[in-house]
């Protein structure tokens, strides 16, 4: 059973970056078959790794990286 606390983020192996989105179109069969794209580096792949981590960590990272945000 997973934990409460844990959190599954799919990132880009090439750049570490979890902006993951799905694409679609006739490459990929309108969706038919999963394709995964990276926003950041433009990896596309029909899966990408999944990290297991905990809801403070992933916070923590956020908060470091500004992730999502912008800087001051």
Do not use: H, Q, W
């Not at 606390?5 to 979890?18: L, N, Q």
């Amino acid at each position: 059973m997973a934990n409460k606390d844990e959190v599954r983020v799919k990132f880009c192996p090439k750049c570490k970056s979890t902006d993951i989105k799905y694409t679609f179109g006739f490459g990929n069969l309108f969706g038919v078959i999963p394709r995964m794209k990276c926003g950041k580096c433009g990896n596309e792949a029909s899966i990408f790794p999944i990290l297991v981590t905990s809801k403070k960590a992933l916070s923590k990272t956020v908060k470091s990286k500004k992730i999502g945000g912008k800087k001051k």
